[in-house]
């Protein structure tokens, strides 16, 4: 275990019927006036936004919106969001979304404190120093945004899906009502399960030694993740399941599974984000296929704990440890595959002439990864492992 | 998973040579005098002591002391260091050491924003609406009070060790360096295990269901530790595993495993702070005495986690599910044997005539537990199965 420092200070309000609360925790902070930040039309199908909305008014908190916000959302729409919180002057932001609608509203939150253009904070030019306080209502887990303090935005016009992390970037409050994600399609709560359990991997491989209690809480969030996971797939109302696997996301990249650690791996992430922002394929379908791809190349680096993971994770006994990590992978393949997702980069449309390219594309903040340090062309090898 | 609420706000600062850093952190908050509060010589035969004090020397912060609080800690400490507190009129508290010194301090804390008697707080009469600001320094790693909101003082005229929680009980910034445990005597070091242990038992056993990514969970924390403490006896300096265990013990009750699940059992919590008041039995001896016990008069209320205990723990899978559970409390009770802790009362000198009065003391707060409520015949039981 590596020295560190730990403090997550966002409170989370569990549960069903709990929306509700959302005024009465704004009011509680003295904000009169906030900016509402959320996608598209689910939040008025299951009557989030109602709810939200009735909250506000009875704590007499005022509200304007920004709606619109993308899976992988983009920079041009926090831009607009941060213009539109500054000519309202408003005192604080509300998220009402999964991950793309808390990452863009932590977006907005620091680019209202900074009078540069905020993607200066994405470049790495600038450290966030403070930020618009905000508040969150999540309607889909999958990236533990509602508890976590790093945002991941798409710059459109430079191909560059890049992230910030600070810690003035967690939100004040955040309201994780799981009932609200029974009528999620089936291939999101795939997604939901698949970034769960990557966010674990990138920490549980990332070579740093004398973690045992850390890969212990680890394995657990991952098998509790692929059960329920499962369960979800035949029935998915059982509001057990769905309270489950929505805490084992937001467990996922809360910093709790993070501490005395190296700070995680990152690369089958990084070159996730080069498919996203080329092919706007989802997240969790990106790393089904990146991730894999990503073992079969670097498990020699940390074969112990790809021997580890087979063991605990597949409950792989028989073979060599090299034997038992290669069937480990594949087997977490083929678990990517029963949720329907897409484990190659053909499924998914992409040429082979295409992979110079995506290469190219991650590349541009190589060298990726702790446990094997990628460059562009071990980039290139990854992606043809993962093309069919 | 139940509906829950969780915020931990304590700010963790972990690792070798961090102890030097209380100063600055106490000065971020703005403090200029605080009353550091300790127990006896320990902090000054491994340099804490003078570490702490640099420190708030090299930040300009005045200082006042109060010493003296024992294990177990007593309510006229308490009163005591209020009343120095108030006179000397600090801004702040520092607690340098175990849970007790957390324990007291967090006492002050509350007792320092009351007119009354601080004890009011224990008896449930009053609830703690603020507290003095309280930062610490962690010496001992066993309770996780570095990292909740939790107390227990002994009112020593009235023979009550009882608890007092409030959000408002939460450290600002506790400093956890475990190579300062490098030299605890062992059986100091087998009671930060068996406290940890008992501490993921209370809610392990609770009752509740559809928690299994906590019950994952808990059973990762119980493993390291068990693992960790085994590395310890025959090794006290090893860093690695005194860091593990420590970070075990601090997430065995920092509200982590607890999020969901119903609030705990703690009958055994209950049971042996009457054997700690009457016979002054350390807290983690008295738990290995009581756990196993307990764990045999109320097994078959919660047979299914009693088996996956003894299945997931210690590896038993030959039996039925009452044989498997049977033979995991066993050899539970034989690891805490291991760990050279008394496993009955005649071993701490308790006579078998002095059970009602221990079962009567008890009995002031009957009903206890979660899966079995028990009164005062309930308990004189458990304590005949663990007489010897």
């Known amino acids: 275990m590596k020295n560190f420092v730990y403090q997550n200070p966002t409170k989370i309000i569990f549960g069903q019927g709990t929306i509700q609360q959302i005024g009465k925790e704004i009011k509680k902070h003295g904000i009169q006036k906030v900016l509402m930040i959320y996608g598209g039309g689910s939040i008025f199908k299951n009557d989030v ?88 209502v999540l309607t889909i887990s999958a990236t533990a945004s509602e508890m976590n303090a790093g945002s991941v935005i798409t710059n459109e016009a430079e191909n560059k899906k ?70 979800l797939l035949e029935d998915p109302t059982n509001y057990q399941s769905r309270a489950q696997l929505a805490w084992c996301a937001t467990l996922g990249l809360n910093g709790s599974n993070g501490v005395g650690r190296s700070g995680g791996d990152w690369a089958s992430h990084g070159i996730e984000h080069s498919l996203s922002v080329l092919y706007g394929v989802a997240h969790g379908a990106g790393l089904a296929i990146v991730f894999p791809a990503w073992m079969k190349y670097v498990y020699s680096y940390n074969i112990d704990m790809f021997e580890r993971f087979a063991e605990q994770i597949f409950n792989i006994t028989e073979g060599t440890k090299e034997e038992k990590a290669l069937k480990g992978i594949e087997e977490l393949k083929s678990f990517f595959s029963s949720l329907n997702a897409p484990v190659t980069l053909k499924e998914i449309g992409v040429k082979y002439e295409d992979l110079d390219r995506i290469a190219d594309n991650a590349a541009m903040q190589a060298p990726h990864g702790a446990i094997k340090k990628l460059y562009r062309e071990d980039i290139l090898e990854i992606l043809k492992i993962a093309y069919e």
């Open 162 to 231: 890049w992230s910030c992390g600070s810690p003035v970037m967690y939100p004040k409050v955040s309201i994780i009502d799981p009932s609200v994600q029974a009528t999620l399609p089936p291939n999101q709560t795939a997604n939901t399960a698949i970034d769960t359990m990557a966010h674990v991997f990138e920490l549980y491989f990332d070579g740093t030694e004398d973690v045992d209690v850390l890969v212990e809480y680890s394995e657990g969030i991952i098998r509790s993740t692929m059960k329920h996971a499962k369960i």
């Open 49 to 136: 936004y109602d709810e939200v909305v009735n909250s506000l008014k009875e704590h007499g908190i005022e509200y304007v919106e920004v709606s619109g916000v993308q899976p992988n959302p983009v920079l041009s729409k926090v831009q607009e969001a941060i213009q539109k919180a500054k000519e309202e002057n408003v005192d604080a932001l509300l998220a009402i979304g999964g991950g793309s609608v808390y990452d863009t509203t932590k977006a907005v939150s620091i680019g209202c404190h900074y009078d540069g253009n905020v993607w200066d904070f994405y470049e790495g030019k600038e450290k966030p120093k403070s930020g618009m306080p905000f508040f969150g």
